[in-house]
């Protein structure tokens, strides 16, 4: 999974959760989040499932990519 942060005109940026965990759900982030006391400004408004994350021939996140997706969908 991977996150990234993209230009919002209402907010200043969003989060975005990219995952191919097929259960995973905003609200767990949420739940997890509030139980340790994190921010509500680091939680992803946005959870995506995807079959594959992009990565890199290195076997590294491939972020480019993933924002790439990120904006096309909106």
């Known amino acids: 999974q991977a996150v990234v942060s993209i230009s919002c005109d209402r907010k200043g940026e969003k989060i975005i959760c990219m995952t191919d ?18 921010s509500e ?3 992803p408004s946005q959870v995506i499932i995807v079959e ?16 790439e997706k990120v904006t096309q969908d909106e």
């Open 21 to 38: 965990n097929p259960e995973a759900e905003r609200k767990h982030v949420i739940d997890y989040c509030q139980q340790h006391k994190i």
């Open 41 to 43: 400004l680091s939680i």
């Open 52 to 67: 594959e994350v992009p990565t890199l021939a290195t076997g590294k996140i491939n972020y480019v990519a993933i924002k």
